[in-house]
């Protein structure tokens, strides 16, 4: 099956995702933005949709877990008011192990789902997949 653009639904599918792995917000938004307004295929649909959801999903984490620093920040102001100072800096280790490894696993993944989107196939996300399905037609 073609897309409008005259490639292939496949091929269309796995470049949001190696798009969002490699290309960064715009592109991604931009790419899946043109598949939900102007394609029908529900697959590229869905996948489009995917690739947005999972890069939403990792920065929420990552903004989540940059919260732990922000608040020992905010304790060691607090110290500073009375000469003293506060800090943590085995936190500050595994803040930065954490961001880490949640960008090799975001990267592995969507590398893996844009291999799989070649093959019209995806890999089951759970929880992210029943966000998508519930919110999202899908025929």
Known sequence: MKTRL??????????????ALVGGWIPTMLIAGYILLFETNDFLKFSAIKAMVVSIAFALLSVSID????????????????????????????????????????????????????????VSLGVLDNLISRHTIRG
């Open 6 to 19: 005259g490639i292939s639904v496949a091929l269309l599918a796995a470049s949001v995702f190696f798009l």
């Open 67 to 122: 919260l732990i620093p922000n608040g020992i920040t905010l304790i060691n102001n607090v110290f500073a008011i009375f000469d003293n100072s506060f800090s943590l800096t085995v936190v500050s280790r595994l803040v930065t192990l954490i961001h880490t490894v949640l960008m090799i696993v975001e990267k592995v993944l969507l590398l893996m789902l844009g291999i799989k989107a070649l093959h019209m196939g995806t």
